[in-house]
């Protein structure tokens, strides 16, 4: 085997590593949307039963804490697929000799990417918005 056919398998090799985890960063983020969607209305209908009347402001702020943990765990996942896609690209790039060995391109997601994100993000606000209006409608 030859230098340059090992580096062709090499780049080969990488580019596929990165697309796998690109996928799976992507499906990270949106089981845990998921999981929280599940997890904070539950907990919602739960509360009062569990806890009673008395602690709505705790139960709120928990569920507000869940919220922005959720959105910065799918907020990282996003990101780690960013970098994913741009490390899979430039094997690509290289693999097909579209630039020299120290030239590197950064791109950010597709608009399907984008849209993706909004999604999961929208999704998490709506349970997290959902889950609040339950603990005050379970009260009055």
């Given at each position: ?9 090499w ?21 845990a ?18 806890l009673g ?7 709120i ?5 869940a ?6 765990l ?6 780690k ?7 899979a ?10 630039y020299?060995?120290?030239t ?6 597709p ?19 959902a ?10």
């Open positions: 085997m030859n230098n340059e056919e090992e580096r062709r398998n780049l080969m090799h990488l580019m596929n590593y990165y697309g796998r985890y690109h996928d799976h960063k992507e499906t990270m983020a949106w089981v949307t998921a999981f929280y969607i599940t997890g904070v209305i539950s907990a919602a209908f739960a509360s009062i039963r569990l009347e008395h602690y709505t402001n705790q139960t702020i928990c569920i507000s804490v919220a922005v943990l959720a959105l910065c799918v907020q990282w996942q996003f990101s697929r960013r970098i994913a896609g741009n490390n690209l430039n094997s690509y790039k290289r693999l097909k000799g579209k020299d060995e120290d590197f391109i950064e791109i950010d997601d608009p399907e990417g984008y849209v993706s994100e909004v999604l999961s993000c929208l999704a998490i606000v709506g349970a997290t918005a889950a609040i209006i339950v603990v005050l409608l379970r009260i009055f």
